[in-house]
């Protein structure tokens, strides 16, 4: 066997610039990079030796780029994606928020964390946790929960098995999830004779499971005896790129759909049959057929009680949910007729067992109505003094852009309003992290986003709490000639965790900056924070002056903040519907108590069959 003598860790960035997607392109585009001593000698040789064959970027925080590498692979559908290298200890563990994001999203990230020493002589080398009853533990160790596969690679010969494990897992539909390889420091730097044909290149095409024929049939039936259905399009669409077929199968048999915040995008905002969002955040057209539904066709959804109400929105006593997704896991949710597939062949498949059936017609005021509502809350405002709300500036910014653009955000107020209002053209145009809602994605989010699809015009929406928690990858924005725009909503403070408190009979406490424990009134300049940075930065102060702000940040190269002050307080009326947030039994509060029996209320809609 004909062998090269590699470090470990020239071994691994050698097999991953190697790996190729189903299209012929490397899987991972490169790798996002901070050195300690933990990877610097060690990981950082070997990148430094791939140069342009497979890059290197620095970043300024170890989540914020994790976070870029989990944009690129949502915007890449899946297709391609970043590995992320750290140092140990904390370096290491500023990557779990990220982790866990790529996990709950589905999305595959390649995260390389250095680890101790394996051969343990210099121990505790810097930043090592010692457990005092268990010599394999490190901080690394918390990454076993929050990866789809862990493995520590305390050997260099490891890597010829946990390599090829690692790429199987991030290129398979239903196991799709981050990969953590925890790297001994040591072993990084250890060479071994590894053979050639490890490194020759690899296509990883994605597995599209075909559905099993009895699940087809079944679901085909529930279909066909349907008077009221409705597909729930989600993630595994897009993941799919079975928007098309989508589009067909709704069609012909005359389905509507309605869309999660991972399936935004599915169908062209003004398609006929596309209703809009669904669910706590959904539009009133969407939940009043959902409310009806006597078949719930869930399409790569995961369900998430967004999407249900909490399991309150489907009121029909009657009705079945019928479950397409590659994912088991997500098949056998509440009782669903589970159907195991890729989501373009379980739709082929059932559209040929369908044949020419057609669901009756719904009324096609419920669709005109709502985006009636839409405009209205989107309008400029009349009274150009009063303080913008976010429905008003989602609508300014949606006005400054073609079908071109991308929306990108992750918490606080604005993605339920985006869910309910934006409109999308494409696939792809709306890019929402909210299986995690991590605020500080937003940013470092768009920046991957641009990565991926830089023909676009990505636009971050983001509110000033988000902002603060993460922003130093608009720096990274502008080093790389990424740019991106940022519209950020100062509101003063946690905007919708205030109402949310209020809601729930509490008093307004802890969440705007004005009514938090305080010496001095918080004041931040935000344009002087990102002009720092290296953006253009500017603040507006109406709708109007945001739409010309819009075409400045449209025409610009470099990265662009705007800043407009909002009003904490208004969200849209229109659709929407209850979430399950637990209110306490017990209270002084009036208010509490009068939200206690509201909350109890709404809890007998609940099912949880
Ligand atoms: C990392 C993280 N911490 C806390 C939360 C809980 N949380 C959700 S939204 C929010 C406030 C967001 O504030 P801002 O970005 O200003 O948006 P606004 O609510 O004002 O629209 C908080 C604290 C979260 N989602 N993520
Ligand atoms: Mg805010």
Redesign the pocket.
């Known amino acids: 066997m004909k062998t090269v003598r590699l470090t470990a860790a020239q071994a691994l960035v050698r097999y991953c610039s190697t790996q190729l997607n189903e299209e012929g392109v490397p899987f991972l585009a490169g790798c996002w990079a901070i050195f300690g001593h933990g990877n610097v000698a060690g990981m950082g040789e070997a990148l430094y030796a791939a140069g342009d064959k497979f890059p290197t970027w620095r970043a300024h925080n170890e989540q914020g780029m994790a976070n870029a590498a989990v944009a690129y692979a949502k915007a890449s559908n899946r297709k391609r994606a970043m590995a992320v290298t750290t140092s140990i200890g904390p370096g290491a563990l500023n990557l779990a ?1 990220s982790c866990a994001l790529a996990h709950v999203n589905r999305l595959p990230v390649l995260f390389v964390p250095g680890d101790v020493f394996a051969n343990r002589a210099p121990d505790p080398v810097l930043q090592q946790l010692e457990d005092f009853n268990d010599g394999a533990m490190t901080v690394n160790d918390a990454f076993r929960p929050i990866s789809r596969y862990f493995d520590r690679i305390q050997r260099p010969e490891q890597l010829l098995t946990a390599l090829p494990r690692a790429f199987a897992t991030m290129t398979d539909p239903a196991d799709c999830g981050p990969v953590t390889l925890a790297f001994c420091q040591d072993v990084q730097a250890e060479a071994y004779d590894y053979p050639v044909e490890f490194f020759a290149p690899r296509e990883w095409h994605r597995r599209r499971p075909r559905p099993g024929l009895r699940e087809v049939k079944v679901a085909a039936d529930a279909i066909r005896g349907a008077k009221r259905p409705l597909i729930v399009a989600g993630g595994g669409v897009l993941y799919a790129e079975a928007t098309e077929t989508l589009r067909a199968f709704a069609e012909k048999h005359n389905i509507p759909v309605g869309e999660t915040q991972a399936g935004k995008g599915a169908l062209p905002w003004d398609h006929p049959l596309n209703l809009g969002s669904v669910g706590v955040t959904g539009s009133a057209a969407t939940n009043a057929v959902a409310a009806e539904a006597d078949v719930v066709i869930g399409v790569g959804t995961r369900f998430q009680d967004f999407t249900t109400g909490s399991w309150s929105l489907f009121q029909n006593p009657n009705r079945r949910i019928v479950s397409i997704n590659a994912a088991p896991f997500d098949t056998h949710k509440h009782n669903a007729l589970p159907l195991i597939a890729d989501a373009k062949l379980a739709l082929e498949e059932i559209d040929g067992l369908l044949g020419d059936h057609k669901a009756p017609d719904i009324d096609a005021a419920l669709k005109s109505d709502w985006i009636a509502a839409v405009d209205a809350v989107t309008a400029a405002p009349k009274d150009g003094n009063a303080l913008p709300t ?1 429905m008003q500036v989602i609508g300014a910014v949606q006005r400054g852009l073609d079908e071109n653009g991308v929306v990108v955000c ?5 993605p339920g309003e985006l869910h309910k209002l934006w409109k999308t053209s494409k696939p792809n145009g709306y890019h929402l992290e909210y299986g ?5 994605y937003e940013i470092a989010g768009g920046l991957g986003v641009k990565m991926a699809l830089p023909e676009r015009d990505v636009v971050v929406m ?8 993460l922003n130093s990858e608009l720096a990274t924005s502008v080093m790389l000639g990424h740019k991106i725009t940022v519209v950020l ?3 003063r ?7 949310l408190q209020i809601k729930c009979g509490g008093a307004s406490f802890n ?1 705007l900056i004005d009514t938090a424990r305080h010496v001095v009134p918080s004041s931040i300049d935000f344009v002087a924070h990102a002009a720092s940075m290296g953006a253009t930065a500017e603040k507006v102060g109406s709708i109007a002056e945001l739409e010309e702000a819009m075409k400045r940040a449209r025409a610009s190269d470099t990265s662009h903040v705007i800043l407009i002050d909002t009003d ?1 307080m208004p969200t849209s009326e229109e659709g929407g519907h209850w979430w399950d947030v637990v209110v306490p039994e017990v209270s002084e509060r009036e208010e509490v108590r009068a939200a206690r029996a509201d909350y109890e209320a709404k809890r007998e809609l609940q099912r949880i069959d």
Do not use: E, H, K, Q
């Not at 403070?493 to 109402?499: A, E, V």
């Open positions: 928020t976010d992750a918490a606080g107020g604005l995690f809602s991590t605020m500080g983001v509110g000033d709490g988000s902002y603060m928690m909503l100062d509101n403070g946690y905007g919708c965790i205030n109402r969440n904490p």
